[in-house]
């Protein structure tokens, strides 16, 4: 009822304020419209200052606990961004020993940045999300010494693409150059078995049964592979592997998007915490995402990684010290958005997003089967032989 109250409220305002300027006479409307402009930018910035609060109150709880100024490293989303970013945390240290590091982030991605432990704190905020970045002019009692926003090619210049790896155009974008690419996650055995134990996949419940992942969105549609082939993929992996397929994702579960349908699959979607994602990731065998979150989450844990890209070159994507691969179709308009001009990413796709629907899915099964070769817990199922 508030969801759909506040959009209510918020049209009778706007139209009962359309009605008193419609009857003013245009002189007084004229004469009123500075002061008009004054009052609604006084609102806005008492407004923002309401939603600093939180923040303000815990920096200078923190700054005095410590006894220390504050560095602040802020990334709000997304997920692949904010992991992405964690290696920055080092190099800013190296600049700055002596201050207190703060990772600001969105609530949804303060704990998964805690298990890093790249940062001295993690503010999560349920209010800022992307593209929030801090003011470059905020301060508290001179309790902050720098700022960092880390942005993409693409947020910055909004027209060019970025050349390099997605840490390292992070990076760049402070000035920065990192010599370890490969963030890392630690999540603990208690947070790992308490997951498993939640979401019916602790040991006992399933054995020694291959754990697979995947995340095929929604997303950008630009960035999606068709869910019809997605089933077919978990078929095939079923008919030879006795294997537990998790789906990750962010559909609801309620029908309202096509991912719902697929089955074969323990759909946790929308469900876990980032933490638990983290968790969950790092017992699966194999990881089959499209360019999303679980892609570079997989390489902070170690897990085994067969990505589907096709906007954006796999090689500024994929973890940098872990087993990964990035299956792709030739098509002309390849790695669109790694162009200057930028490629149709925000807009949609000229060509029919042909670099995804051109990828088949015996390709994709064939990349997993090699990456599964390698995993201890491989248990391929022996094919029945009829005799007559």
């Not at 410590?66 to 190099?91: F, M, Q, S, Y």
């Not at 590091?101 to 949804?108: K, L, R, S, Y």
């Not at 042909?354 to 491989?378: G, I, P, W, Y």
Request: proline residues 6%; hydrophobic residues 40%; contains cysteine.
């Amino acid at each position: 009822m508030e969801i759909v109250g506040r959009p209510l409220r918020r049209a009778i305002v706007i139209s009962f304020r359309q009605f008193v300027l419609s009857i003013l006479p245009g002189p007084l409307r004229f004469a009123l419209r500075p002061w008009w402009r004054k009052f609604v930018g006084f609102k806005i910035g008492v407004r923002e200052w309401i939603r600093f609060i939180p923040f303000k109150t815990w920096l200078v709880f923190q700054c005095a606990r410590h006894r220390k100024k504050a560095v602040i490293i802020c990334r709000c989303g997304a997920l692949g961004d904010v992991v992405c970013t964690l290696p920055i945390c080092g190099e800013i240290r190296k600049r700055h020993p002596q201050r207190l590091m703060i990772f600001v982030t969105a609530a949804v991605y303060r704990d998964m940045v805690l298990l890093s432990r790249a940062a001295d704190l993690a503010f999560g905020s349920r209010s800022w999300g992307w593209p929030f970045s801090m003011p470059d002019n905020f301060n508290v009692l001179g309790l902050v010494d720098t700022i960092y926003n880390p942005k993409t090619t693409d947020e910055r210049f909004k027209t060019s693409g970025a050349t390099c790896h997605l840490t390292d155009d992070l990076a760049g974008s402070c000035g920065l150059t990192v010599a370890a690419r490969q963030p890392r996650l630690c999540p603990s055995s208690s947070l790992i078995k308490k997951t498993r134990t939640a979401y019916g996949l602790a040991e006992d419940m399933i054995g020694n049964r291959l754990i697979i992942g995947i995340n095929g969105g929604p997303s950008w549609p630009v960035r999606t592979w068709d869910v019809s082939k997605w089933q077919k993929l978990i078929n095939k992996i079923h008919s030879e592997y006795d294997a537990v397929i998790i789906q990750f994702g962010t559909n609801k579960g309620d029908g309202s998007s096509e991912y719902d349908n697929l089955t074969g699959v323990k759909s946790l979607s929308n469900r876990l915490k980032s933490e638990e994602i983290v968790a969950l990731i790092a017992i699966c065998d194999l990881i089959i995402s499209i360019d999303s979150g679980p892609v570079h989450l997989a390489g902070t844990v170690g897990t085994p990684v067969v990505g589907l890209f096709g906007p954006v070159n796999p090689r500024y994507r994929l973890p940098t010290d872990s087993p990964a691969v990035g299956l792709f179709s030739d098509v002309p308009c390849l790695f669109c958005h790694n162009k200057t001009p930028l490629g149709h990413w925000y807009t949609g796709c000229p060509n029919n997003i042909s670099c995804m629907k051109n990828l088949d899915d015996q390709t994709v099964f064939e990349a997993a089967k090699s990456m599964l070769a390698h995993s201890k817990k491989r248990e391929v199922k022996e094919s029945l032989m009829v005799f007559d």
